[in-house]
């Protein structure tokens, strides 16, 4: 997939991706242990000579990516809770 980022400064940046689901496994993060798929990517920006190695963990239980590793952009985040929305009331 090649797509261009737009910055706030104005910047645009063209970038390439490629991703592969790798697996399937249980992953563990602040918020809990969760069945994931996990998805790695090359991610090119053309502004530089070397490509980012990304890895994603997506658990379909949550519906998000809970993980997420980039070494080259030295970038890590993980699902730390889970709040559940706000119970509805029925009109009467």
Known sequence: MRYTVSYKSGAEISRERDCSVVGYENTTVKAG???SFIIKCTNQRYDRNFPAYERYAYAPDVGQI???TSA???YTF???EII???QQTKPK
């Open 33 to 35: 242990t969760f069945s």
């Open 66 to 68: 809970i993980h997420y």
């Open 72 to 74: 080259e952009f030295d």
């Open 78 to 80: 993980q699902l730390v």
């Open 84 to 86: 559940p929305p706000p």
